[in-house]
């Protein structure tokens, strides 16, 4: 076993049997291992500065979320109705989004003749009118009421989105849901095309 080596090189194995050379460099590599778990967990974890800073971060920013999921309503400052970003806002990012009052739309009886200020930025509690008629919003400055003046008397379904691009609701709700809620929205509507399907192949079968 030790043929060859002089033998003052010799080293005889304690009473465990593992010789002392080998038992130094299993305690060596175990230090350095634990040397590197102790170096990683340091720089994983940020300095107490650092933490307080990504916590608030954290705080202020908007949870992220798939893309399957609702968009999450962005924080603007001033604004209590929730503003949703439309996919018009999404393209054009620099235009001021509106707040959303309401997820459709909003009926009310108005006058013929009668003069009436359409608000356009979501904030009014008149709503669908503003408030503070004037050549600017006296709440969100870069939007202006939309004056309108209907022909008749009788119930009008006002938008109550704020994202239609007359004061009237042209349905753009039903956009702004689907692109928040796309797998609400393929549900309705493959249920609604196979309720169709069933409906017009038993009416029309021999």
Known sequence: RYRGIPRHQVQCPPVGGIPTWLDEAVAEAMAGLLTR???????RQPALGARAFSA???????PRKSSFDAETEISLPGRKNPVYPSPWNKWFPYEPIP?????????????GKETYHFCTCGESTTQPWCEAPGTKCGKVPE?????YSP?????????????????????TCAIL???MYPLATCGITFSACFAFGMFSTWMMHP
Not at 37 to 43: D, E, N, P
Not at 56 to 62: I, R, T, Y
């Open 99 to 111: 707040s959303t009052p309401t997820m459709g739309p909003i009926r009310v009886r108005c006058t």
């Open 151 to 171: 022909q008749h008397d009788g119930m009008k379904l006002m938008c109550g989105c704020k994202k239609a691009p007359d004061s009237f609701c042209n349905g």
């Open 143 to 147: 939007f202006v009421p939309r004056f």
């Open 177 to 179: 849901y689907a692109d």
């Open 56 to 62: 608030g971060w954290a705080q202020k920013a908007p």
């Open 37 to 43: 778990s102790f170096t990683r967990q340091a720089l």
